[in-house]
């Protein structure tokens, strides 16, 4: 026999589930402090300039 569930708790149960994730989304892009974005940015243009370095000539 199927397990009772109460529609209103259950709605409740994943609204809370959806809020948790999105929350979790938000601290992980905008989470960083300052310094690591920074690092984060600086290692992107040394990436970029090594890219470029390796292009041919058109």
Known sequence: MAEVVRLKTA????????I??????????????KAEKLH????????RAAL???LREP
């Open 20 to 33: 948790a994730a999105q929350g979790a989304e938000n601290a992980a892009r905008f989470g960083k402090t």
């Open 52 to 54: 470029d370095a390796h």
């Open 40 to 47: 984060e940015a600086a290692e992107a243009a040394r990436a």
């Open 11 to 18: 709605k409740k149960r994943l609204a809370r589930a959806k």
